[in-house]
């Protein structure tokens, strides 16, 4: 039996002040999972906290995970708990590798959730939470993942949120060319939504951090064509955008409705890309702006329009689902397998006080090999013999949390 055990909350389940409220910061989940470790909540852990979801996992852990989680915000369970889903075993793992492959996104078949589980991974790493079965499942989710987004074409489907927020901009403004938009932040959503709107023809300016936590900010790689000013500065000239894009890791607002209601706005977008949000909901009292968040941005029909992609796309989990039960089914078997080693490690050193290292190996393992004429029953030694022959001549032996 496999396992692991999962909760989570996303866009089906919750609306956005919801999701709000259960999102975490890389910071607060570093903090979290070093607390759950250290109070041995599980053995392994993980944290994948997005726009979309928030979903704790745990392998070895017996603890009430949605406990842990309003613990954490200090919300009480009863109110959230009806918006949880609680997977465990296969249920759990198949449903990782559709999230992956962006299965489950709400902007259907994005490329970001794939990038977003693979540094819930290392962050996990980072603060010692991962253990075998964590490493083990979301190593696989990740393989996965990649395969299908290089065989499987997912027809209409926009691969990031900031693809779907430029879209929209020309949806509501018509074309971009030449029109004035500001995009605020610099991370890796702020970075697709202004290299988007670049190659729309929008005149593009950007914010940057002079300094972060009091320290000079870290290199920071400027999309090409785009007009850089430091994020003190974004307020100053608010009214001349025609289109904004927010997408900071912020927890607190970028734009405040007090802080813009001095300037006159005429037939302005402004996009939220965040969660927790970054522009203040009280922003749409403003006459001339209309703000869009991310539950606005899916397309409810792309996935009907990738009915055949999505089969073929389960088709290809097949192979990852059958690996991970072998593996799990496996798992009940490796203290027996060391046990069966160390013995035959043991035994080859006692013989080098009269032979050589590889004469004392080579009698230790016919020896184990031999054996199986008198424990195994003769119609199994073909088949026993065969699989032996293909283990032998494998490159690698997978060793450390993944194997």
Not at 21 to 41: C, G, M, S, V, Y
Not at 223 to 239: F, K, V
Not at 350 to 365: G, I, N, Q, S
């Amino acid at each position: 039996m496999m396992d692991i055990r999962m909760i989570g909350i996303d866009h089906q389940s919750a609306c956005l002040e919801q999701r709000e409220a259960l999102a975490f910061t890389k910071a607060q989940a570093r903090k979290a999972l070093d607390r759950w470790k250290q109070e041995d909540a599980f053995s392994g852990g993980l944290l994948l906290s997005t726009c979309n979801r928030t979903e704790l996992w745990a392998s070895g852990s017996k603890v009430d995970l949605l406990q842990l989680l309003c613990d954490e915000k200090g919300l009480r369970k009863e109110t959230f708990e009806p918006l949880f889903t609680c997977r465990g075993g296969a249920e759990a793992s198949r449903h990782l590798l559709q999230l992956a492959c962006g299965l489950k996104s709400r902007i259907y078949g994005e490329d970001q959730i794939l990038t977003q589980v693979r540094d819930a991974l290392e962050l996990s790493r980072a603060c010692g939470a991962d253990d075998t079965v964590i490493e083990k499942l979301f190593q696989t989710a990740i393989s996965a993942g990649k395969r299908v987004k290089t065989q499987v074409r997912m027809e209409n489907a926009d691969p990031s949120a900031a693809r779907n927020a430029v879209l929209l901009l020309k949806k509501r403004l018509g074309d971009l060319t030449n029109v004035p938009c500001l995009v605020i932040g610099n991370g890796q959503m702020g970075k697709l939504a202004a290299n988007q709107l670049t190659d729309s023809g929008a005149s593009v300016t950007m914010t940057l951090r002079k300094k972060i936590h009091g320290t000079e900010v870290q290199e920071s790689i400027i999309p090409q064509g785009c007009h850089m000013i430091d994020y003190d500065e974004r307020l100053d000239h608010l009214q001349d955008y025609k289109g904004v894009i927010s997408a900071t890791l912020s927890p607190h607002f970028t734009i405040r409705k007090e802080q813009a209601a001095d300037k006159s706005f005429q037939r302005a977008v402004w996009i939220d890309l965040a969660v927790p949000r970054d522009i203040d909901p009280a922003v749409r009292e403003l006459a001339g702006v209309e703000l869009y968040d991310m539950d606005q941005l899916g397309d409810g029909e792309t996935a009907k329009k990738n009915s055949r992609a999505f089969k073929e796309a389960m088709e290809i989990l097949e192979d990852y689902e059958d690996e991970l039960e072998r593996w799990f089914a496996f798992r009940r078997h490796v203290e027996r397998v060391k046990q069966i080693s160390a013995v035959t490690v043991q035994d080859a050193c006692k013989r080098m006080e009269k032979l050589t290292a590889a004469e004392a190996m080579d009698h230790a393992v016919e020896k184990l090999l031999f054996g199986l004429r008198d424990t195994l029953p003769e119609e199994l030694w073909e088949r026993c013999f065969t699989a032996l022959e293909q283990s032998s001549q494998r490159d690698t032996l997978k060793t450390g949390k993944g194997r």
